[in-house]
């Protein structure tokens, strides 16, 4: 593993607790894979054998029952999936694919175990994790429950443009389909959705979104943080 990678995982909030011995014992143990678009790293009913931590690129949770499937959250660096099934070592309940070229720290469950037991500030760190993944789960849910499909939306735009370089520009780089999945609508909802936040600041052409009225954008999207804030 090069340098940077190791010092860019040492940064990770899991991470950050373990001595430099006790950091570089636990990822030697693990291997840096390199994940091409549609990889599935996480299936759906499986036990866990290994933690994933995702160095860069995007992930969408998904779920199936029957002829029907869903996508159910995007995940981001820096995080530790699924953390959960892992500590508790039952079947995951949702599968995980990259939805771009991505890299992720695989490392074998026995290891992640041994080094929370030899490690109680490493436990702590999980636990944080874990907490913070709940929280995200209990926003996701409120966005769902107490917005329309288009405020959800809105509250997309504005957030992707706060991760951009750019603020008045968002650039959709996954499928629209997936994206509508995303924000539990179909796929001419979305189009429709899109053509309704025309007069509320954006413009959408093919997978670029041009913001030429934040405040517009803003005031209807009305962001609140605890939906749409990121714990640190």
Known sequence: MRDADLRLLQGFPIFRPLTPEAF????????????????????????????????????????????????????????????????LQQPYLVSVRALTPSRVLTLPIEAFHEALADNLDFCRSASFELATRYRDTVKELKNLKTRTAIERLANWIVSEANFSDRTDWVYINIAKAKLASRLGMTNEHLSRAFLQLRSHGIM??????????????EKFACPDPLIDGIDT
């Open 24 to 87: 570089m014992r636990l990822v030697n143990k693990g291997e840096l894979t390199s994940c091409k678009v549609g990889s599935t790293l996480v299936r759906e009913g499986e036990l866990p054998e290994n933690l994933f931590v995702l160095i860069d690129g995007l992930f969408e949770t998904y779920s199936e029952h029957g002829k029907t499937g869903t996508t159910l959250s995007f995940i981001r660096p820096p995080t530790a999936f699924i953390l959960a099934a892992v500590l």
């Open 204 to 217: 959408i052409t093919g997978r670029n979104i041009q913001i030429f009225d934040r405040n517009a954008l």
